[in-house]
């Protein structure tokens, strides 16, 4: 059996030199490139590819890696947003993905965020660094005080939704997949809109999927509290990030954290020191004392790596064998 793995970085080779070691009969290639259908080729004779990109996957990119003999395609990711999922059927590629890598690491850093645009860590650093040691304005508000708006209880939004009780704050939640336990506990509201009626912080945790597009607009935004909260640490698209400007601009939304940004793709995870930054919205939305932006590192932990390079390998030595793996993207 033969796996070839795109776009490996430094980071992750750790994990993937353990999981080698762990697998001597497995025949494992890498490369630092993404797929792309130029570096399709690299994988010829490989049984499946294992893969992280932000770029897509396109049907070009399929196209060539199947003409390679490569079967199956292991995401070491949750998010599919980026397949098209029509090529793969059309050249029989099995997928799988890594649902559950580490729901702590993105769920922590949310509910992070939310607490530092609470007690207003920003202004505050920014204040001490200058010397200036008072503690006016910068005043903070409790999470006990807050109804959190938990949108999405997967993995993650449960994960959130439990460190949100130790913090005491008052948890609404929506799906329109309802999981048993939270039910039992009261916790859904039954319409997105009866969460905007009540929330003061809202966080996001559902997936990128075209239904959700621009779900985040000025016509919902509209139906949120005065001086709401919002929290995205799920996928850019689900932010009609111009309708969040405006409303930042005139005060309807207090504080916004995102660590996911519609045009993120060549602009984070790049080192812009000494630079300006080429999108003038990144610059503004950085530039303000109330709106928090990470380059997409909610995920970016040592164990949510780990498991991303082990489940995504495991997932394509389970194709090879002919197995279905836990991890299987049905499409
Ligand atoms: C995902 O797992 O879908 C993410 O968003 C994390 C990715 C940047 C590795």
């Given at each position: ?63 060539a890696l199947a ?129 905007y009626a009540q ?133």
């Amino acid at each position: 059996t033969k796996i070839f793995a795109y776009g490996i970085r430094d980071d992750e080779k750790p994990a993937l030199q353990a999981w080698e070691a762990a697998h001597p009969e497995i025949e494992v290639d890498f490369t630092g490139e993404l797929l792309t259908p130029e570096t399709a080729e690299l994988a010829n004779g490989a049984d499946g590819a294992v893969v992280y990109q932000q770029l897509d996957y396109t049907r070009a990119s399929l196209e060539a890696l199947a003409a390679g003999g490569v079967k199956s395609l292991s995401l070491r990711n949750v998010g599919t947003d980026n397949i098209d999922f029509d090529a793969a059927r059309e050249f029989g590629f099995k997928i799988s993905n890594v649902p559950v890598y580490s729901p702590n690491a993105i769920a922590e850093h949310s509910i992070i965020q939310m607490s530092r645009l609470l007690r207003r860590t920003k202004p505050l650093d920014a204040k001490i660094a200058n010397h200036d040691l008072r503690w006016a304005p910068t005043i903070g508000r409790e999470m006990r005080m807050q109804t959190v708006g938990v949108i999405g209880t997967g993995h993650i939004g449960q994960v959130s939704i439990n460190i949100l009780k130790g913090f005491g704050a008052k948890v609404i939640a929506f799906d329109p997949y309802q999981n048993a336990q939270l039910a039992a506990e009261g916790l859904y509201v039954d319409t997105l809109d009866e969460l905007y009626a009540q929330a003061d912080v809202i966080s996001l945790y559902v997936p990128g999927v075209a239904a959700n597009h621009h779900m985040i607009n000025a016509d919902s935004i509209a139906k949120m509290k005065d001086g709401v909260i919002i929290v995205n640490c799920s996928r850019g698209n689900l932010v009609d990030i111009d309708a969040v400007i405006a409303s930042l601009d005139s005060g309807k939304i207090s504080d916004f954290a995102m660590d996911v940004y519609e045009n993120e793709v060549g602009l984070f995870n790049e080192d812009w020191s000494g630079k300006e930054f080429p999108d003038a919205k990144i610059a503004d939305l950085i530039a303000r004392p109330n709106v928090l932006v990470t380059p997409h590192t909610a995920f970016y932990t040592t164990k949510a790596v780990e498991e991303m390079v082990h489940q995504s390998f495991d997932a394509a030595v389970a194709f090879a064998a002919g197995q279905t793996p836990e991890t299987v993207v049905e499409y």
